[in-house]
Every structure is written in C-alpha cells, then in structure tokens.
C-alpha cells in the first residue's frame, strides 16, 4: 500500500521586493487602523444615538407637563388606539396613582414609576423609561430597546459608510504614492540593465531620495576602484608582456646559437647561456606572481611577530648570494626586545629579501650591506643599508614603479625592476611606505620602512596604475 503524500506547508516570508513590502505594510497599516477607526466610530454612534433618543425622550415628557391641566381626571372608558404602535410608550399618572393619559398599549407599563431614567422588562421587551413628576401627575415615556438599537445600529453603519468608501481610495492613493517615490530607483535599475560590462561610468544620482543617495555614490565610488583596478591590470599585463618579450627571444636566440655549436665547448657554453636565461626568466616570472599577488591582497591575516626574529631568517636566505657577488651582509639588531607588531610573516620575510636582492645587486664587489632595526619612540624603524653608487633623488620615487630600472647602477644591469615595488606593496599592505635617502655611514642606498606598535594589515583599496620606463 502506497502512504499519500503529506502536503508541504509552505511558510510565508515578506516579498523579495521593497516596493510590495511598502505597499504591504503600508495597507495593512491603513487596513489595521480603517478597523480600529470604524469600530471606534461604532461605539460613538451608538452612544450618540442612545444620547439622542434620551434627549427626546426627556423633550417629550417636558412638552406633555406644559400641555395637561393641573387637574385632569381619568377617563370613565378606555379607548383602544387606531394605530397600535408599542415602540414609543406615553403615559399620565396622577398623584394618587390613577392613569389620566396613556399611549398605544400604555397598560403594559407598571403603574409605579421611578423618577428619571430607568429599564424595565415588560413581556419579552425591554423599555428604557423616563419618569417626571410635576405637582399634580407624574409622566412616563418608554422606549422599546429593541428598536431603539435597530435605529442606532442604523445611523452607527451609515456614519462608517465614508470610511469605506474611503479606505480603498486611500489605499489606491498609497500604491500610487510608493509607485512614484520608487520611481528614481526603477531608473537607476533599467540604466545599469542597459549597460555593457566593459561600461563602468559613474550612475547619475539626480532626483534621488537622499536616503538612496549615499548608495548610488557609494557605487560610484566603487565602480571607479574598479575602474582604476582594470586600468592598473591592463598596464600590468603590458608591461609584463614587454618585460617578458626580451628574455624569451634571448633564449630563442640561445637555442638556436646551441643548435649550431660546432664543437663541444662552443655547445657547453651556450647551454650556460641558456641554463642563466632560464634562471631569469624563472625569476622575472616568479616576482610577477609576487607582485599580482601582493598588490591584490592575498596575504594571511595579520597575527603578532617580531621583526628582529625575521633579519636573520631573510639574511641567511641572501647569504649565498651575497657570496657569490663578493659583498658582506651585516646585521645591527636592537639593543633591547622590541614590541611585537601586527603582521603577516611570509610577506615581511619577501619584502626584507627583495630589499637585500636589491642592494646586492647594485653593490660593488668588496662592499657592504648592513641591515639595522632600531626604536624610535613608539615606532620600529627597518634599515637596509648599501655601500653602492645609490640612487639620484630624481629617481628616487620613480624606482617604486613597476619595471623602472635606475640608471645610476654599476655594473649589474640584469635586475628586473621588480623588487621595490613588490617591497613597496607589502610595505602599503601593512600601513608603511618605504623611504628612500643616502645612507650617512655607508654613502650608498638606504631604504627605511617605519612599523607602528598598533600596525595591522591594510586591505587594499585597487591598484594604482604605474608606468614603465
């Protein structure tokens, strides 16, 4: 036997859309308070109504006092009324209790009254009565209270019948209203619609609600990050490109010069040729990467660390190069324990290699490269220190750039123009910049990058396009 399905309830949630859940909570407010309004308006008709008809009631009994002589007598003979009419009940009594005056069905009432207003039950009905005594008889004027609630009732409903016809215009007036205001947005929406991916122009915010306004600018402070970010990619893949172009046609030149060696020796030394190529190629890739990586903020979050533990790590990674150019590393560390600061390890550990690469690079055989970390005041400041030919102060914002190469250099010419601005994007990334001066002591380059205690990374806000030399 197959089980029949068990429905699924669906739950109910507020509608995707801002302008249905305007007009939703807009009309179940003006429907919550029509209702609250209409039974209000009930209540104070049916209380208006039962004042009304105990004014009457009290006019009718005042105008029957001034209309009967002082000394009326009960009739011998009663005659029945033409008109039998049980609503509406007046009756006479003098002062000894005889009946001088009554009404259709008048019998019914009791023959004593008391004085003023009163209900009483007679039969199935129930009479609001009103009881005046003057000096010589005593007037009563009931009102059936069925009926009298039918009449109230009455005027109750049609005192409610312009505020029903007034809740849907007031409701059809609103979905007019919010269609309206939300208009600007409906626009803002169809021009992005209308767009082509490659259009990232600012969106105009004219005639928005102001409370729409910051976002359309926020917006546009967005799409002009994005903007720069794809101007500054397609500098990067250009410059990378024509960066890139030279070593690979040196290597095709290399390959073919291997293909015609003649003799052994002439093929192993194009093979050095080709194997060093390869190398900088590797390199000039591997610092690419560094660079697209850094520059788009894909670092490790930011934990405490100590800077002077990372010189030695960065020092023993450039000590073989060091070697190889016949040029001596030195290290200055703190005289005290420094603070911990907020960082990313891998990433201070390049830029302190790149800043080492750099000065060897550029420094003479038999010179020097000294790294210092001192305190100052609330501050740690990193030295890296040359005794090369320096750079001239012209250039020395323009070597921060992408693929800018000092002309002031030696002898080493093979650098890829990489190295400080990867050091100066980690630098940007940790809230630091990197100062460039000459070294007082040593009388070449020296690169200052200033930590803070409360230093933490800086998430990065677009890249900003560079040009090449």
Not at 228 to 235: M, Y
């Amino acid at each position: 036997m197959t089980r029949a399905a068990t429905p699924i309830r669906r739950r109910w949630s507020w509608p995707a859309s801002l302008r249905a859940r305007l007009l939703l909570g807009l009309l179940a407010a003006v429907a919550c308070t029509a209702l609250a309004q209409g039974w209000l308006a009930y209540q104070s008709a049916l209380a208006e109504a039962d004042a009304l008809f105990d004014y009457q009631m009290q006019q009718t009994a005042y105008a029957l006092r001034a209309g009967l002589p002082p000394n009326a007598q009960p009739s011998g003979s009663r005659v029945q009324p033409q008109y039998p009419n049980d609503e509406l009940i007046v009756q006479v009594w003098s002062n000894e209790g005889l009946r001088i005056f009554e009404s259709s069905l008048g019998a019914l009432l009791p023959q004593r009254a008391v004085l003023g207003f009163t209900e009483v039950q007679v039969g199935a009905s129930t009479y609001r009565v009103f009881s005046l005594q003057t000096p010589a008889q005593v007037i009563q004027v009931a009102h059936n209270l069925a009926a009298r609630r039918t009449l109230a009732r009455q005027l109750a409903w049609r005192a409610l019948l312009p505020l029903a016809v007034m809740a849907p215009l007031l409701a059809l007036i609103l979905w007019w209203t919010v269609r309206r205001q939300l208009a600007p947005i409906e626009r803002v929406r169809a021009q992005l619609a209308q767009r082509q991916a490659q259009d990232l122009a600012a969106v105009s915010d004219a005639g928005l609600p102001s409370e729409v306004q910051p976002l359309v600018q926020e917006l546009n402070l967005l799409l002009a990050r994005v903007t720069k970010a794809f101007a500054a990619q397609q500098h990067f893949v250009a410059d990378a490109a024509h960066e890139l172009r030279s070593p690979l046609a040196a290597l095709q030149l290399q390959l073919t010069a291997l293909r015609r060696a003649g003799d052994e020796s002439t093929r192993e030394q194009q093979l050095a040729r080709l194997e060093a190529g390869l190398a900088r190629a590797s390199h000039l890739v591997a610092q690419l990467l560094q660079l697209a990586r850094q520059e788009a903020g894909a670092t490790s979050p930011a934990q405490p660390l100590q800077l002077q533990e990372l010189v030695p790590l960065a020092l023993a990674d450039a000590a073989a190069s060091a070697a190889q150019q016949g040029v001596e590393l030195g290290w200055e560390p703190p005289g005290v324990d420094l603070p911990a600061v907020q960082g990313q390890a891998e990433a201070l550990r390049i830029l302190l290699r790149n800043l080492l690469d750099n000065a060897i690079r550029y420094t003479p055989a038999g010179g020097q490269v000294v790294v210092r970390l001192q305190a100052e005041g609330a501050q740690q400041v990193l030295t890296v220190a040359d005794s090369g030919p320096g750079i001239a102060p012209a250039e020395r914002e323009r070597v921060l750039d992408r693929f800018y190469r000092a002309s002031c250099s030696s002898r080493h010419t093979s650098g890829s123009g990489l190295g400080l601005a990867i050091a100066e994007a980690i630098a940007r990334q940790h809230g630091s910049r990197l100062q460039l001066d000459a070294d007082p002591e040593l009388g070449g380059l020296r690169v200052r990058v200033v930590w803070g205690r409360g230093l933490a990374l800086v998430p990065p806000t677009g890249i900003e396009p560079v040009s090449s030399a």
